[in-house]
Nanobody
Framework: QVQLVESGGGLVQAGGSLRLSCTASGDIFGINSMGWYRRAPGKQRELAAAMVNGGSTNYADSVKGRFTISRDNAKNMVYLQMNSLQLEDTATYYC?????????WGQGTQVTVSS
């Protein structure tokens, strides 16, 4: 089992920035990827950004050039730096970890972008 705790969501004006953080605990030794998904109102959950062991990253086309994912393996943390936020980025953001082939999710943190 892996437990995930997120922080950093909130309300921000369009064009602003937020940084999400997620701390993993528990059976962390099998983690092979960490990342962030999001679910906007009325839409399906989608990948925002992910990073696998070794550093390769994957971003949704809609966030490329604006969002940056990073990991601190010593602290078992993953971050999502979100810049130039747009109204369309409003969503609940979920930390995701894959460990030993199992998917684990955080409770979600709300990001609301206002005009």
């Amino acid at each position: 089992q892996v437990q995930l705790v997120e922080s950093g969501g909130g309300l921000v004006q369009a064009g602003g920035s937020l940084r999400l953080s997620c701390t993993a605990s528990g059976d962390i030794f099998g983690i092979n990827s960490m990342g962030w998904y999001r679910r906007a109102p009325g839409k399906q959950r989608e990948l925002a950004a992910a990073m696998v062991n070794g550093g390769s990253t994957n971003y949704a086309d809609s966030v490329k050039g604006r969002f940056t994912i990073s990991r601190d393996n010593a602290k078992n943390m993953v971050y999502l730096q979100m810049n130039s936020l747009q109204l369309e980025d409003t969503a609940t953001y979920y930390c995701h970890v894959n460990s030993y082939g199992f998917d684990y999710w955080g409770q979600g943190t709300q990001v609301t972008v206002s005009s």
